[in-house]
């Protein structure tokens, strides 16, 4: 197990019991002899925005399975709010209050953007299902989450006809649309151009305050502007985990993945 130097700049009241919502103790997934995630140990206090980042390889997608709970854990053990949730499905996480948005937009590609956002909304009590009669309640919900962010394209607009960063906003609203607790954001500005970028990490702050977030992003100057925290694995393993100024700062760091900081 790689030992990690501590983080001095990081308040000691962050790793308390109180404030802690998720950790991972000795998290490890393994692929036949490769091993994907080693021994990982993480802990995200309530409200932190936290990232992680890594060279291509590094097992960061593994280990965001794992959270989500769409890949099951080798060894180790997650903990929520202060429970154990290790080996419960996804469903039962989303359940809990961890949501999650992919890499590559899930959306139903035929529907408007209202229908897609209402779909979600009624999934807070039972799964998808878009032949299920409407509820007023969960479109009225809907609208209102619209209103409240200014989403840029109109509701009745078909979801296919999105521009790519649309999509991506979309599906982060409705990850939200379950009202999380901690939000997992799988790489957001992949695909999109450095302005839309931009733009898709202010949308998601705004979106996504006052709860907790845990991104994986390749865009490392977004990461260190937006985040409070980060942690850095290579080759499955954490490395380093600090603040931003910290982590840059990281010799380690710097071997591995960020040499031009």
């Known amino acids: 197990m790689t030992t990690v130097e501590p983080d001095p700049n990081t308040p000691q009241t962050q790793s308390s019991a109180d404030s802690e919502l998720l950790r991972t103790e000795e998290l490890t997934r393994r692929f036949g002899s490769l091993v994907a995630v080693d021994d ?98 969960h479109e009225q919900e809907a609208i209102e989450m619209l209103e409240q962010i200014e989403f840029e394209a109109a509701p009745g607009q078909i979801t296919e006809n999105l521009s790519h960063g649309n999509k991506k906003k979309l599906e982060i609203l409705m990850a939200l649309s379950v009202d999380p607790d901690l939000l997992l954001l799988d790489e957001p500005t992949s695909g999109v151009s450095q302005a839309d970028s931009d733009s898709l990490m202010e949308f998601i702050s705004a979106a996504s305050a006052e709860r907790t977030v845990l991104l994986i992003e390749h865009n490392v100057d977004l990461v260190l502007e937006y985040s409070d925290r980060v942690t850095v694995l290579n080759r499955g393993a954490v490395i380093s985990q600090g603040t931003p100024s910290y982590i840059t700062q990281d010799e380690t760091v710097q071997k591995a993945y960020m040499g031009s900081y």
């Open 40 to 137: 990982v140990n993480i802990s995200i206090p309530r409200g932190e925005f936290h990232s992680i980042i890594g060279p291509n390889g590094a097992g960061k997608t593994t280990l965001f399975n794992m959270l989500a709970g769409t890949l099951p854990e080798s060894d180790g053990r997650i903990l929520f709010d202060g429970e154990e949730i290790t080996g419960l499905s996804d469903h039962q996480r989303v359940q809990r209050g961890i949501s999650r948005a992919y890499q590559t937009p899930q959306l139903f590609s035929g529907l408007s953007v209202l229908e897609n956002l209402r779909l979600a909304v009624q999934s807070k009590n039972q799964s998808f299902n878009p032949i299920k009669k409407t509820d007023s309640a």
